[in-house]
């Protein structure tokens, strides 16, 4: 028998993982708006997210170069981009001195920002997201064919001031 779950399918040990960013953050109106490379950083920020340490994810160049940012101007304009578009916080500012520098700090606004011992974050951890995807309201427009079109009803249904549909049949 195997000592556990998590050996059996895999997951402990092997050093693989998975980047999850969830459905309502890909179908929100913001997203949608983003640039590849903002959109490159944000998949490799994911990427870092072990669980435990949203607020302690680095977009430093030297580390994302080897995946694939060739330019510091590059990796500044996407990041920015992420912030402006509120699909990142910065934890930690970074600065340049000879000896001691650091380098800035974000968490994923769709997670709740994690306490990183060691580490001084202007961000206070918190229990809930900084950003509830979930929440916010992506209207569509309704389906011009397929299932609740007016296609499939053959005519357009009439609604009433409270929103309801108005039934012809009374």
Same mark, same amino acid.
């Not at 435990?52 to 580390?63: I, K, P, Q, R, V």
């Not at 994923?108 to 950003?131: D, F, I, M, Y």
């Given at each position: 028998?195997?000592?556990?779950?998590?050996?059996?399918?895999?997951?402990?040990?092997?050093? @693989?993982?998975?980047? #999850?960013?969830?459905?309502?953050?890909?179908? $929100?109106? =913001?997203?949608?708006?983003? @640039?590849?490379?903002?959109?490159?950083?944000?998949?490799?920020?994911?990427?870092?997210?072990?669980?435990?340490?949203?607020? =302690?994810?680095?977009? $430093?160049?030297?580390?994302?170069?080897?995946?694939?940012?060739?330019?510091?101007?590059?990796?500044?304009?996407?990041?920015?981009?992420?912030? /402006?578009?509120?699909?990142?916080?910065?934890?930690? =500012?970074?600065?340049?001195?000879?000896?001691?520098?650091?380098? #800035?700090?974000? #968490?994923?606004?769709?997670?709740?920002?994690?306490?990183?011992?060691?580490?001084?974050?202007?961000?206070?951890?918190?229990?809930?997201?900084?950003?509830?995807?979930?929440?916010?309201?992506?209207?569509?427009?309704?389906? /011009?064919?397929?299932?609740?079109?007016?296609?499939?009803?053959?005519?357009?249904?009439?609604?009433?001031?409270?929103?309801?549909?108005? $039934?012809?049949?009374?």
């Amino acid at each position: 028998m195997v000592a556990s779950i998590s050996k059996s399918k895999g997951r402990k040990g092997s050093g @693989r993982g998975f980047a #999850a960013i969830p459905r309502d953050v890909i179908y $929100s109106k =913001d997203f949608s708006k983003l @640039r590849g490379n903002a959109i490159r950083l944000l998949v490799l920020l994911a990427a870092q997210f072990k669980g435990h340490n949203n607020g =302690d994810l680095t977009a $430093s160049f030297n580390c994302l170069q080897e995946l694939g940012f060739s330019s510091k101007g590059t990796l500044s304009s996407a990041t920015d981009e992420l912030l /402006k578009a509120n699909f990142l916080v910065r934890t930690r =500012d970074g600065f340049f001195s000879n000896p001691g520098s650091q380098c #800035a700090l974000y #968490a994923l606004t769709w997670l709740p920002v994690n306490e990183c011992p060691g580490k001084q974050l202007t961000v206070s951890s918190t229990k809930t997201p900084p950003r509830k995807f979930s929440l916010e309201i992506n209207k569509k427009p309704s389906p /011009k064919f397929g299932h609740d079109s007016v296609q499939e009803s053959g005519r357009a249904r009439a609604r009433g001031s409270d929103g309801k549909f108005i $039934s012809v049949q009374k």
